[in-house]
């Protein structure tokens, strides 16, 4: 049958999954937990982050990475689970722009937030002494804001330029949600520019960005192997482990999907169910189940909110048992305990102690267990006793947090 020349028709048709029928309705159970999860998983590291200030910037780009991954997934997947769930496979045109719009912003906005935390990653470890001066907060946020604006650039490139393609036959797409490369399979005319501003559009994001975390984590081993123990080595490498496990889980696909042009459209919406689902719910789990930092702020986040229940209550805390100084003697020679008193000077005692704890060197956070050894910590410019070396060998007595997170 000879397609039809027409304008950009009202509807959609996904065709999704519906090749596989008997596989829809155990897919669409996963689909639903990991819906579920990735908004529980996303949204948490947002609040705990909001809820923490003293984390370090990989947990600002960390913010930013959970952010983009709540959007892919909330623009495909409640429309995945509806096809999934029904017979009706059609999607508004409106439905299918936006899809393209959003999906194209968070794709090309992750890839370049993958690459400016691989330069955190570098800066932490190879210049542990200035990452304070160089990973300013104002420098955190225009790293992020330039990660946003470029998917947005790219995002509006190529919606509008699909947006005035002319499509044909019966509007149906072999895919479970609105993507360029399908869209222009439907084309009546030439496609000639689409496909170069798809291409030039690719390069920035698909090329350049996983060549900026290849060239950091050269770098990164370099410093690493300069080490003088294997313990040490060790402890430094399991900093970038998270990291560098989400960028091949986020790139992998992507390029096996996009450099192999005649792969299957089966194997190629499996590939993309992988990056669109699963991806956004791993990401929050990789960074959180290993991480010290993490499991200390939400430990502090849930002891702050049971004092504060407890304070409510009018009760003292059973754990901590009052000095002489929190005991006062009355005209009647009895000593009375002053709760409020007593629960403010604790409060300020332990913000004390976080602040300190906050300005010294924290090399624990290099990994779950143990500090770096002597040796390890010169090799970085520091001394063991948590100290600086300033030029020519003389302390300093300065101090910084050394922003090694796991």
């Known amino acids: 049958m000879e397609r039809e020349n027409v304008s950009f028709p009202s509807t959609f048709i996904l065709l999704g999954f519906s090749e596989f029928p008997r596989l829809e309705m155990p897919l669409s159970a996963v689909v639903l937990v990991s819906y579920i999860l990735t908004l529980v998983g996303n949204s948490s590291i947002i609040l705990l982050s909001l809820a923490d200030p003293r984390l370090t910037p990989m947990y600002f780009f960390l913010d930013n990475l959970s952010l983009l991954d709540l959007s892919v997934t909330c623009t495909i997947v409640p429309q995945l689970l509806a096809n999934l769930w029904g017979p009706d496979k059609t999607i508004a045109a409106w439905g299918c722009i936006t899809q393209i719009y959003l999906f194209n912003l968070t794709a090309c906005a992750e890839c370049a937030l993958l ?70 399979k439907l084309a009546c005319g030439a496609t000639t520019v689409n496909d170069r501003a798809l291409a030039l559009g690719a390069i920035p ?113 059973h754990s901590q048992t009052p000095t002489a100084h929190d005991w006062e003697e009355t005209s009647l020679g009895s000593t009375v305990q002053k709760p409020q008193e007593f629960l403010m000077r604790k409060e300020m005692e332990e913000t004390f102690s976080k602040s300190r704890s906050t300005v010294n060197i924290n090399t624990a956070s290099l990994d779950n267990s143990d500090d770096f050894e002597a040796g390890d910590m010169q090799a970085l410019g520091l001394q063991h006793t948590g100290r600086l070396l300033a030029p020519g060998g003389h302390k300093s007595t300065r101090s910084h947090h050394i922003p090694f997170t796991s």
Not at 248 to 263: D, E, I, R, W
């Open 205 to 317: 994001f698909a090329l350049l960005a996983p060549l900026m975390v290849l060239t950091s984590y050269i770098f990164i081993a370099r410093a690493v192997l300069k080490l003088p123990s294997a313990e040490g080595r060790h402890k430094a490498l399991s900093t970038c482990s998270s990291h560098l496990l989400v960028v091949t889980l986020y790139f992998g696909p992507g390029m096996f999907l996009y450099l192999q042009p005649s792969a299957k459209s089966s194997q190629a919406k499996f590939l993309s169910f992988f990056y669109c689902v699963i991806t956004p719910l791993l990401n929050p789990l990789i960074y959180t189940l290993r991480n010290k930092d993490v499991k200390t702020a939400w430990k502090s986040i849930l002891q702050c909110w049971g004092s504060r229940q407890r304070g409510l209550e009018g009760r003292v805390p």
């Open 115 to 184: 690459a400016v935390m691989a330069i955190d990653r570098y800066v932490a470890i190879c210049r542990p002494l200035r990452y304070t001066l160089i990973m300013r907060p104002w420098v955190c946020v225009q790293m992020a804001a330039a990660c946003w604006s470029s998917g947005l650039a790219n995002s509006l490139l190529q919606t509008t330029l699909t947006r005035q393609l002319p499509l044909c036959g019966h509007h149906a797409l072999d895919h479970f949600f609105c993507e360029v490369p399908v869209l222009i």
